[in-house]
Protein backbone atom coordinates (compact mmCIF):
# COMPACT_ATOMS: atom_id res chain seq x y z
CA UNK A 1 0.00 0.00 0.00
CA UNK A 2 1.34 3.60 -1.00
CA UNK A 3 1.72 5.91 1.68
CA UNK A 4 -0.84 8.18 0.47
CA UNK A 5 -3.56 5.29 0.44
CA UNK A 6 -2.19 4.65 4.08
CA UNK A 7 -2.83 8.25 5.09
CA UNK A 8 -6.35 8.15 3.41
CA UNK A 9 -7.09 5.13 5.55
CA UNK A 10 -5.54 6.84 8.52
CA UNK A 11 -7.47 9.84 8.20
CA UNK A 12 -11.07 7.85 7.92
CA UNK A 13 -10.32 5.89 11.21
CA UNK A 14 -9.68 9.20 13.04
CA UNK A 15 -12.85 10.66 11.20
CA UNK A 16 -14.27 7.46 12.70
CA UNK A 17 -13.00 8.46 16.35
CA UNK A 18 -14.91 11.56 16.31
CA UNK A 19 -17.86 10.15 15.32
CA UNK A 20 -17.23 7.60 17.86
CA UNK A 21 -17.19 10.77 20.19
CA UNK A 22 -20.20 12.34 18.70
CA UNK A 23 -22.40 9.20 19.56
CA UNK A 24 -21.17 8.99 23.06
CA UNK A 25 -22.41 12.85 23.87
CA UNK A 26 -25.90 11.71 22.19
CA UNK A 27 -26.18 8.83 24.43
CA UNK A 28 -25.41 10.80 27.17
CA UNK A 29 -27.74 13.28 26.47
CA UNK A 30 -30.67 10.94 25.91
CA UNK A 31 -29.26 8.96 29.37
CA UNK A 32 -30.27 12.27 30.60
CA UNK A 33 -34.02 11.88 29.44
CA UNK A 34 -34.24 8.08 30.42
CA UNK A 35 -32.61 9.01 34.15
CA UNK A 36 -35.88 11.29 34.66
CA UNK A 37 -38.18 9.13 32.52
CA UNK A 38 -37.54 5.91 35.03
CA UNK A 39 -37.10 8.29 38.28
CA UNK A 40 -41.29 9.34 37.30
CA UNK A 41 -42.11 5.99 36.48
CA UNK A 42 -41.06 4.62 39.58
CA UNK A 43 -42.55 7.44 41.55
CA UNK A 44 -45.61 6.53 38.99
CA UNK A 45 -46.06 2.58 40.07
CA UNK A 46 -45.67 3.96 43.71
CA UNK A 47 -48.72 5.66 43.84
CA UNK A 48 -50.73 3.14 42.05
CA UNK A 49 -49.40 0.24 45.11
CA UNK A 50 -50.62 2.74 47.60
CA UNK A 51 -53.89 3.58 46.01
CA UNK A 52 -53.99 -0.46 45.64
CA UNK A 53 -53.15 -0.28 49.25
CA UNK A 54 -55.66 2.35 50.80
CA UNK A 55 -58.50 0.46 48.74
CA UNK A 56 -57.40 -2.71 50.46
CA UNK A 57 -57.22 -0.91 54.09
CA UNK A 58 -60.32 0.97 53.41
CA UNK A 59 -62.19 -2.86 52.82
CA UNK A 60 -60.63 -4.16 55.98
CA UNK A 61 -61.31 -0.62 57.87
CA UNK A 62 -65.38 -1.13 57.04
CA UNK A 63 -65.06 -4.77 58.09
CA UNK A 64 -63.36 -3.64 61.64
CA UNK A 65 -66.28 -0.56 61.98
CA UNK A 66 -68.49 -3.15 61.67
CA UNK A 67 -66.69 -6.09 64.10
CA UNK A 68 -66.77 -2.65 66.45
CA UNK A 69 -70.43 -1.52 66.25
CA UNK A 70 -71.52 -5.27 66.80
CA UNK A 71 -69.26 -5.66 69.97
CA UNK A 72 -70.27 -2.22 71.21
CA UNK A 73 -73.53 -3.10 70.87
CA UNK A 74 -73.29 -6.48 72.76
CA UNK A 75 -71.44 -5.36 75.81
CA UNK A 76 -73.95 -2.44 76.39
CA UNK A 77 -76.88 -4.86 76.57
CA UNK A 78 -74.39 -7.17 78.86
CA UNK A 79 -73.78 -4.19 81.05
CA UNK A 80 -77.67 -3.16 81.11
CA UNK A 81 -78.43 -6.84 82.14
CA UNK A 82 -75.77 -6.98 84.39
CA UNK A 83 -77.60 -3.78 86.48
CA UNK A 84 -80.90 -5.34 86.44
CA UNK A 85 -79.26 -9.09 87.24
CA UNK A 86 -81.45 -10.90 89.87
CA UNK A 87 -79.46 -13.54 90.97
CA UNK A 88 -76.14 -14.70 91.62
CA UNK A 89 -75.28 -16.71 88.82
CA UNK A 90 -76.75 -14.46 86.16
CA UNK A 91 -74.57 -11.52 87.51
CA UNK A 92 -71.33 -13.54 87.32
CA UNK A 93 -72.44 -15.15 83.24
CA UNK A 94 -73.22 -11.72 82.41
CA UNK A 95 -69.45 -9.98 84.45
CA UNK A 96 -67.81 -12.54 82.49
CA UNK A 97 -69.17 -11.22 78.84
CA UNK A 98 -68.19 -7.79 80.02
CA UNK A 99 -65.14 -9.01 80.63
CA UNK A 100 -64.68 -10.38 77.21
CA UNK A 101 -65.89 -8.16 75.19
CA UNK A 102 -64.31 -4.95 76.90
CA UNK A 103 -60.95 -5.68 76.04
CA UNK A 104 -61.85 -7.07 72.60
CA UNK A 105 -63.14 -3.63 72.30
CA UNK A 106 -59.87 -1.53 72.98
CA UNK A 107 -57.97 -3.90 70.49
CA UNK A 108 -60.55 -3.19 67.43
CA UNK A 109 -60.54 0.24 68.22
CA UNK A 110 -56.19 0.15 68.92
CA UNK A 111 -56.58 -1.78 64.75
CA UNK A 112 -58.70 0.83 63.62
CA UNK A 113 -56.26 3.59 64.31
CA UNK A 114 -53.52 1.70 63.02
CA UNK A 115 -55.20 1.53 59.65
CA UNK A 116 -55.82 5.07 59.47
CA UNK A 117 -52.81 6.10 60.39
CA UNK A 118 -51.30 4.13 57.34
CA UNK A 119 -53.99 5.28 54.90
CA UNK A 120 -52.67 8.75 55.88
CA UNK A 121 -49.27 7.44 55.45
CA UNK A 122 -50.07 6.75 51.87
CA UNK A 123 -52.10 9.75 51.26
CA UNK A 124 -49.25 11.82 51.84
CA UNK A 125 -46.94 9.54 50.21
CA UNK A 126 -49.02 9.96 46.96
CA UNK A 127 -49.33 14.08 47.22
CA UNK A 128 -45.63 13.88 47.45
CA UNK A 129 -44.90 11.86 44.28
CA UNK A 130 -48.00 13.98 42.62
CA UNK A 131 -45.84 16.88 43.39
CA UNK A 132 -42.64 15.18 42.20
CA UNK A 133 -44.76 13.93 38.66
CA UNK A 134 -46.28 17.43 38.03
CA UNK A 135 -42.90 19.49 38.48
CA UNK A 136 -40.34 16.83 36.76
CA UNK A 137 -43.02 17.05 33.73
CA UNK A 138 -41.73 20.66 33.27
CA UNK A 139 -38.32 19.71 33.81
CA UNK A 140 -38.74 16.86 31.23
CA UNK A 141 -39.72 19.07 28.75
CA UNK A 142 -37.25 21.37 29.35
CA UNK A 143 -34.67 18.59 29.44
CA UNK A 144 -36.22 17.48 26.04
CA UNK A 145 -35.69 20.73 24.27
CA UNK A 146 -31.88 20.56 25.42
CA UNK A 147 -31.29 17.15 24.58
CA UNK A 148 -32.79 17.61 20.94
CA UNK A 149 -30.66 21.14 20.37
CA UNK A 150 -27.70 18.81 21.36
CA UNK A 151 -28.31 15.92 19.16
CA UNK A 152 -28.68 17.77 16.18
CA UNK A 153 -26.18 19.58 16.46
CA UNK A 154 -24.12 15.89 17.39
CA UNK A 155 -26.00 14.39 14.48
CA UNK A 156 -24.85 17.17 12.20
CA UNK A 157 -21.02 16.85 13.02
CA UNK A 158 -21.97 12.93 12.47
CA UNK A 159 -22.80 13.98 9.02
CA UNK A 160 -20.28 16.08 7.93
CA UNK A 161 -17.39 13.37 8.40
CA UNK A 162 -19.62 10.84 6.78
CA UNK A 163 -19.23 12.81 4.14
CA UNK A 164 -16.24 13.10 4.33
CA UNK A 165 -15.53 9.58 4.58
CA UNK A 166 -17.19 9.03 1.73
CA UNK A 167 -15.55 11.22 -0.44
CA UNK A 168 -11.93 10.34 0.97
CA UNK A 169 -13.11 6.27 -0.16
CA UNK A 170 -13.72 7.29 -3.54
CA UNK A 171 -9.61 8.29 -3.50
CA UNK A 172 -9.00 4.72 -2.71
CA UNK A 173 -7.44 2.42 -5.42
CA UNK A 174 -9.83 -0.15 -7.12
CA UNK A 175 -9.85 -3.58 -4.77
CA UNK A 176 -9.60 -1.23 -1.41
CA UNK A 177 -12.76 -0.79 -0.72
CA UNK A 178 -14.01 -4.64 -0.22
CA UNK A 179 -11.41 -5.41 2.02
CA UNK A 180 -11.07 -1.77 3.96
CA UNK A 181 -14.89 -2.15 4.37
CA UNK A 182 -15.11 -5.73 5.90
CA UNK A 183 -12.14 -4.59 8.55
CA UNK A 184 -14.11 -1.29 9.49
CA UNK A 185 -17.57 -2.93 9.93
CA UNK A 186 -16.02 -5.17 12.25
CA UNK A 187 -13.73 -2.88 13.74
CA UNK A 188 -14.89 0.33 13.03
CA UNK A 189 -14.39 1.86 16.61
CA UNK A 190 -11.07 -0.45 17.69
CA UNK A 191 -8.37 -0.45 15.21
CA UNK A 192 -9.64 -1.70 11.71
CA UNK A 193 -6.05 -0.98 10.28
CA UNK A 194 -2.66 -2.03 12.34
CA UNK A 195 0.85 -2.76 11.56
CA UNK A 196 2.66 -5.37 10.96
CA UNK A 197 5.27 -5.92 13.60
CA UNK A 198 8.27 -8.37 12.68
CA UNK A 199 5.96 -10.85 11.21
CA UNK A 200 2.71 -11.25 13.20
CA UNK A 201 -0.74 -8.81 12.81
CA UNK A 202 -0.12 -6.39 16.15
CA UNK A 203 -3.51 -6.56 17.04
CA UNK A 204 -4.04 -10.48 16.94
CA UNK A 205 -0.32 -11.54 16.95
CA UNK A 206 -1.63 -13.49 13.93
CA UNK A 207 1.57 -14.91 11.98
CA UNK A 208 1.92 -13.40 8.61
CA UNK A 209 4.19 -15.48 6.30
CA UNK A 210 7.25 -14.34 5.12
CA UNK A 211 5.84 -13.50 1.13
CA UNK A 212 2.71 -11.36 2.64
CA UNK A 213 4.73 -9.43 4.36
CA UNK A 214 7.26 -8.73 2.04
CA UNK A 215 4.31 -7.68 -0.33
CA UNK A 216 3.12 -5.33 2.36
CA UNK A 217 6.81 -3.68 2.43
CA UNK A 218 7.21 -3.09 -0.81
CA UNK A 219 3.78 -1.27 -1.05
CA UNK A 220 1.86 -4.27 -3.19
CA UNK A 221 -2.14 -3.49 -2.64
CA UNK A 222 -4.15 -4.03 0.36
CA UNK A 223 -3.71 -6.97 2.32
CA UNK A 224 -5.80 -8.17 5.71
CA UNK A 225 -4.78 -10.25 8.60
CA UNK A 226 -5.74 -13.95 8.53
CA UNK A 227 -6.93 -14.28 12.04
CA UNK A 228 -8.33 -10.55 13.21
CA UNK A 229 -9.56 -9.62 9.65
CA UNK A 230 -7.45 -6.05 10.44
CA UNK A 231 -6.25 -4.42 7.28
CA UNK A 232 -2.08 -4.65 7.80
CA UNK A 233 0.29 -1.84 7.36
CA UNK A 234 3.99 -1.94 6.66
CA UNK A 235 6.31 -0.73 9.14
CA UNK A 236 7.33 1.40 6.24
CA UNK A 237 4.30 3.71 6.68
CA UNK A 238 5.08 4.65 10.57
ZN1 LIG B 1 -4.95 -9.67 13.33
Not at 50 to 74: T, Y
Not at 116 to 129: C, R
Amino acid sequence: MALEDFKILSEICSLDSMIQKHMVNIESERLRITQLSNARNVKQSEIESEQKLIKENRQKLSALENQLAHDEQVLSRARENLSNATTEREATGLQHEVDIFAPKISQLEDKILELIEQMEKSESLIKTNLGFLTGSEKTLGEIQKEVDSVVAKEQSEIDINNDRISNLESLLPAGFSQPFSYARNKYRFNHPICFLEGTSCERCRFFVDRQTCMSIDKGEGIFTCGGCGRVLISKYCR
